[in-house]
């Protein structure tokens, strides 16, 4: 089976400035939206106390509320998380030394409230607890998840983040342009910046929430990214050597073509995975699936439509492709329109 | 011959997919409930304990599937969690002090399988349920502390060198000053100082007046002090983990002043936090030498002692008067005595304790000095027969005991002052527990939760459940899709794909590298992308042969022209992981970990083993077309 009966003619760095145009409005829109509304940070980042609950009926969050609220727990935000069963509770950073406490507090307080205190039981199953009555049973409330960062880590987190990401580019850097040229290292950096604030633009525009997962989605998204560009780069370093005729531009255009099937076929194994951690992987995993799913669309978009174009904008020629320069013939081609 | 695999590659291949399966076999058995014991502060177990708990076992009748003994100490496995749950009730109340009793999952492989040394993965705590902790030591508390030292230290060692001051305090900026009565001392006070308190770096200050030394601690000396700090609570809080049951508990330095605690399968958040959050102290007293002691055991304590035990049992008789307690311990270290060759504890005081030591010391040569113990902590209360008690409600009950223990009692041999030695220790071993005990209980610079996971079991569950869902759902997506677009290519990819997988599975098996729930995600993106290399091959030969080429020299083309590009592609990405396994915490890591593990199996897989299946079923003969 193929999708492309033979090597297609698409004109796609004939069309480069249409396509930035849509990139130019891409990036316009995700730098506005980050510097206006920025990033639905997590607790990851922010600090603060997440508890995720299970009640084994379905729950009010109303109610949960208001039994924290009696219990002294103020600022809890509230929520149901996938089912009706499930609850989340968020609370804000706090100053206060015990601060740590606070998630055993909220749990125990809603089990005082369901009439039932936790006793140890076996691993792996249900938490066991004792109600008032007498007797051990399934607990109400189930904990599912605690989770407390302290101010000092969250803060680290957000720098090491950051720093995390200028190093992958940096080492890309280095390495493309070691391997290639470096326009070709610019040309790769450029596309995965774009696609990074791309994708970064997306979670701040529809205010999804931005975990650790979700950071290290993004970081892999500049691996797949990159991935692609890399093929790409490759044919036209070949062709560059191979092709005695034609402009770089139409040297470029071939190998974005030749490539074409390589490149829609593996995005499409990959969106297979991503779409099945994205339906099948719980929620816990959906902010990084999401993040992958974008990423992988739009660097898709990038190694065909940013990252080729952008290395024939920054002038390379022929003779910057070859081991040695031999031959001045037709060296001049690359002075595209 | 073109396309021919040499018998050597089909060795390498073998070398690799041989092993990768026996490793990986463990990892489709599952757990049983089972029991862990092991000795209490580390200690080990032995035959005889061994026999000790199968004993315990025997007597009640209660079944189990099997219990063996190894370095970690003794597991036992039950069939059902009812008899796990029951045999660590009647454990619990039975065995003497000494064991940690822990509930945990043991792996169901047969024990061939673990005897070659061939484990399931080690699942993470959000795959398994548990709690980790990440635990921040107080250094600016620990510092201070340090300085209130310094400032005892100061005033003492001016006043025997006899140079008079008017004061000497901790500066709320830092540092201490010390105000000396007129600047003619000034000289002296720098040289007395330097060379009696080498941990300062002394100057005369240049803000005030000329009277007026500013001091602060050495780089070495916070150095070392934090270290210290660090160790010390690294030490205390591996003591207080024992006392929750847990199987296999991890407490580990995280950079220069953080600890990480790992407790799998605990549920009790609250007891955990309580029961780390505690502080263990030490007293020093006197052995009551004048009083007999079968007397004391006999009814008759004298007014004023108190018969203690050590942690064997031993009873001893005790003066109840603190003489200095484990705050006034700066450091305790094992050493070899140079003299003797025989292993040492050598303890250093501070400034009160010093003076202290020194006088009573002085006024007891020959007596016995005692270090006592002391740790609040529950347990099971047990009913005439040794078998737990239960409430009304059907909860076992615990109470708080005040656990006191003497260390060790050594004979006064000297006028002793700052620093001294515990001499006629058994062994290295043994000093160094002493050491370590003595630092345990010494008041510790104060820790703080920074951070906590906690995963319920039920959750665990899920996530492994879910993950597993995903990896297989992803895969066979894939396994179809590459059927239907490459044919039997598409098959030998396939073969690939599922032998990297098993690879994957392996290579975590070996490392004994933690899987997360994104470790899970890496796994499947990987799925997505190890067949990358292939299709880049196989879109190559299908290249040559549009461009006239052979069924034979566009297989040889395509893989050897692909080679280049899938080597470029794969480092890259590999740059990128690595930079994430750097970055990580935790989850994150597992992510880059599998990640980075895949990129380098698929490549093997992608260009090798299905090079060799091509070659086998197209090499060295005629062939008209490839079912490509």
Known sequence: ?337 | MRNHTPWWKWLIIAVFIVPGAFYALPNIFGDDPGIQLRGARGGSLGAEQFQQVQTALDEVGLAYDSISLDDSGIRIRFGTTDAQLQARDMLEARLPTGYTIALTLLPAAPQWLSNAGALPMYLGLDLRGGVHFLLEVDMATAQRRAEDRYVADLRSTLREAKIRYRGVARDGSGGIKITLRSADAVEEALKTIRKELPGLVVNADDTGSDEVLSANLAETEIDQLFKFALEQNVTALRNRVDELGVAEPVVQRQGDRRIVVQLPGVQDTARAKRILGRTATLEMMMVDEEHSLEAALGGKVPPGSKIYRFRDERPILLEKRVIYSGENIVDAAASIDTQSGGPIASITLDAIGARINQKVTGKNIGKRMAVLYIENRSTIRTDADGLPMKDDQGRVMRTQHRIEEVITAPVIRDQLGKRFQIEGLDSVDEARDLALMLRAGSLAAPVEIIEERTVGPSLGQANINQGFRSVMVGFILVLIFMMIYYRVFGLFANVALALNLVLIVAVLSVLQATLTLPGVAGIVLTVGMAVDANVLIFERIREEIQNGSTPQASIHTGYQRALSTIVDANITTLIAAIVLFNFGTGPIKGFAVTLSIGIITSMFTAIVVTRALVNYLYGGKRVKSLAI
């Open chain 1, 1 to 337: 089976m193929r999708i492309f009966k033979q090597v297609t003619r698409f004109d796609f760095l004939g069309k480069r400035r249409g396509a930035w145009m849509l990139s130019a409005v891409l990036l316009a829109a995700s730098i506005g939206s980050l510097g206006v509304r920025g990033l639905n940070f997590g607790i990851d980042f922010t600090g603060g106390t997440l508890v995720e609950l299970e009640y084994l009926q379905s729950a009010d969050p109303v109610a949960v509320r208001s039994t924290l609220k009696e219990a002294g727990i103020e600022d809890a935000i509230v929520q149901y998380f996938g089912t009706s069963r499930d609850i989340l509770v968020r609370l804000p950073v706090s100053a206060d030394k015990a601060a740590s406490e606070q998630s055993s507090d909220v749990v125990s307080a809603l089990r005082i409230a369901a009439g039932e205190t936790l006793t140890e039981g076996a691993q792996g199953g249900l938490q066991q607890c004792t109600a008032t009555g007498g007797g051990v049973k399934d607990c109400q409330v189930q904990m599912r998840r605690v989770e407390f960062v302290g101010p000092q880590v969250g803060g680290e987190l957000t720098e090491k983040g950051g720093l995390a990401m200028l190093y992958a580019l940096i080492g890309i850097l280095i390495y493309v342009a070691f391997r290639f040229e470096w326009r070709f290292a610019v040309g790769a950096v450029i596309a995965l910046v774009h696609d990074v604030l791309i994708t970064l633009g997306v979670f701040s525009v529809l205010a999804i929430e931005f975990s650790l997962p979700v950071l290290a989605a993004v970081l892999a998204v500049i691996g797949y990214s990159l991935n692609d560009t890399i093929v790409v780069f490759d044919r036209i370093r070949d062709n560059f050597r191979k092709m005695r005729k034609g402009s770089v531009l139409q040297i470029m255009n071939r190998s974005v073509n030749e490539t074409l099937p390589r490149t829609v076929l593996t995005s499409v194994t990959t969106l297979l995975v991503v779409l099945t951690l994205l339906l099948a992987g719980g929620e816990i995993i959906k902010g990084f699936a999401i993040a992958l799913l974008i990423g992988v669309l739009i660097g898709t978009y990038s190694s065909i439509f940013v990252a080729s174009p952008a290395v024939l904008v920054l002038g390379i020629s022929r003779e910057d492709m070859l081991p040695v320069a031999k031959e001045g013939a037709e060296a001049e081609g690359d002075s595209a329109p």
